[in-house]
């Protein structure tokens, strides 16, 4: 099985490969087609950009992965163009963590709600387009790494402590030849 790391800003799309990531207040959706078993999943890292995505075609936009409002319709066409229909999918939501300070609703500067806005945005994209989420973990105060198998649709999901977390932004710095997360 093929090893994918996905860093943020950066999606997959296919089929027979394990792809990692570790996520804070940015978000992973996972599109999932059992039958197929085809499998997509992003890391976006902020909520919306205005772009306007066309009803027909696909639209690339530059830096695209980085918003979630710009690569979930992305994905979605991806499995659309293939002839698969939206009812049969399954989509998996995760990350959206409060990373840099508190959760007062005193405090809404941008860098505070950074995660909410991103689960916010996938959320409402889920609900326009009638789509059947059948797995979620967002929000807290901790980050998540996730290891999703394309052949089973299998998400292995682990909470990281703040300590944990120190070490996983110094494994950030090092780049992705040779990350090896073991659960």
């Known amino acids: 099985m093929e090893y994918v790391w996905l860093d943020p800003g950066e999606l997959y799309i296919g089929a027979g490969a394990e792809v990692h990531t570790v996520l804070g207040s940015c978000v992973s959706v996972i599109f999932y087609h059992p039958r197929s078993r085809l499998g997509a999943m992003c890391h976006g890292k902020r909520a919306t950009r205005n772009c306007a995505h066309p009803a027909s075609g696909i639209k690339i936009c530059r830096d695209?992965?980085?918003?979630v409002s710009c690569v979930m319709p992305f994905l979605l066409a991806s499995?659309?163009?293939?002839?698969?229909?939206?009812?049969?999918?399954?989509?998996?939501?995760?990350?959206?963590?409060?990373m840099f300070g508190s959760a007062s609703p005193a405090?809404?500067?941008?860098g505070f709600t950074v995660g909410k806005r991103n689960?916010?945005?996938?959320?409402s994209f889920v609900r326009a387009n009638h789509l059947h989420l059948t797995?979620?973990?967002v929000g807290g105060p901790w980050?998540?790494?996730?290891?999703?198998?394309?052949?089973t649709g299998e998400i292995r999901l682990r909470r990281i402590r703040a300590s944990e977390q120190e070490l996983s932004n110094l494994d950030a710095g090092q780049g992705a030849g040779g990350r090896n997360h073991a659960f």
Request: net charge negative.
């Open 64 to 67: 695209m992965g980085d918003y």
């Open 79 to 98: 499995f659309t163009a293939r002839g698969i229909a939206r009812q049969e999918l399954e989509v998996k939501l995760f990350g959206g963590a409060m």
């Open 107 to 110: 405090l809404d500067l941008p």
């Open 119 to 123: 689960v916010d945005t996938a959320m």
């Open 135 to 137: 797995a979620s973990d």
């Open 143 to 151: 980050a998540r790494q996730l290891i999703f198998t394309t052949a």
